[in-house]
T-cell receptor
Framework: DQQVKQNSPSLSVQEGRISILNCDYT??????FLWYKKYPAEGPTFLIS?????DKNEDGRFTVFLNKSAKHLSLHIVPSQPGDSAVYFC?????????????FGTGTQLKVEL | NAGVMQNPRHLVRRRGQEARLRCSPM?????VYWYRQLPEEGLKFMVY????????ESGMPKERFSAEFPKEGPSILRIQQVVRGDSAAYFC????????????FGQGTRLTVV
């Protein structure tokens, strides 16, 4: 049972354009959402997060949007740069006794082309 | 301030041997999480520990796998009598407190069972 879904395994975007990565979830108990970026042979690197009490959070070139009614979130990267090429994981957590247990999606491979 | 340190980076074990994976959290972090990434899949939660306590082990296989986070020293993920299906990347993450804070990941241990 995949509670966090990233339905696009890959995305190709031209440098300078906007990259939009999508994520859907099924568990209505999730109240905190995160995006991680991962290069091959490295651990995931935290990018940006959003609490369920917000619908938008922005940090530089990265913006995350949350639509709770649709159980959908998206990560916008603008402008996209070649160094953004990596696998992007969406993750979600719920209040579990104060822990930060994350449920991950399967990832989207982003390729930013020159 | 060093990040989350995992060792070894690569570990090769023959079937039936034991594997010990170590994780030193970031300074000041008292929450440790272990995740496993099988080939072509996302990260799957295994276990959540605080100092000397297992908080949530709902993702741990029922047999052969155990984890600890002693008062002194790193967290250890132990796999007894390894099988080929245990081959994966094992990631450790740490956070300073509960939900609402980001978990920071180590670079992972790549376990290969031959």
């Amino acid at each position: 049972d995949q509670q966090v879904k990233q339905n696009s395994p890959s995305l190709s975007v031209q440098e300078g354009r906007i990259s939009i990565l999508n994520c859907d979830y099924t568990n209505s108990m999730f109240d905190y959402f995160l995006w991680y970026k991962k290069y091959p042979a490295e651990g995931p690197t935290f990018l940006i997060s959003i609490s369920s009490i917000k619908d938008k959070n922005e940090d530089g070139r990265f913006t995350v949007f949350l639509n709770k009614s649709a159980k959908h979130l998206s990560l916008h990267i603008v402008p996209s740069q070649p160094g953004d090429s990596a696998v992007y994981f969406c993750a979600a957590s719920e209040e579990t006794g104060g822990g930060n247990k994350l449920t991950f999606g399967t990832g989207t491979q982003l390729k930013v082309e020159l | 301030n060093a990040g989350v340190m995992q060792n070894p980076r690569h570990l090769v074990r023959r079937r039936g041997q034991e594997a010990r994976l170590r994780c030193s959290p970031m300074k000041g972090h008292s929450h440790v999480y272990w995740y496993r990434q099988l080939p072509e899949e996302g990260l799957k939660f295994m276990v959540y520990l605080q100092k000397e306590n297992i908080i949530d082990e709902s993702g741990m296989p029922k047999e052969r796998f155990s984890a600890e986070f002693p008062k002194e020293g790193p967290s250890i993920l132990r796999i007894q009598q390894v099988v080929r299906g245990d081959s994966a990347a094992y990631f450790c993450a740490s956070s300073p407190q509960g939900v609402g804070t980001e978990a920071f990941f180590g670079q992972g241990t790549r376990l290969t069972v031959v």
